[in-house]
């Protein structure tokens, strides 16, 4: 099993390339980068973030969008 700073550090070094390719990455709702995401990661007290890709016409990632998920089961209205 992978202790937590191996998972962030995977989790960090998926999203820097994403960011490298020029995928725009949203934090409920919010421009983030790599840093923030995975800094919001570590500090969830409760709840988990839910990850949704938004496709080109082409089928290439546009953007990555992580929205947090509450214990109730209801993900936060995004812009």
């Not at 500090?43 to 214990?71: C, W």
């Amino acid at each position: 099993m992978k202790t937590d700073e191996a998972v962030y550090r995977e989790l960090y070094a998926e999203l820097e390339r994403y960011e490298r390719k020029g995928v725009d990455m949203l934090l409920d709702g919010y421009q983030a980068s790599p840093l923030q995401i995975v800094t919001a990661y570590m500090a969830k007290e409760e709840g988990t973030y839910m990850r949704d890709y938004v496709m080109n016409p082409e089928g290439n990632i546009e953007s990555l969008a992580f929205t947090n998920i509450h214990q109730y089961g209801q993900a936060e209205i995004t812009p």
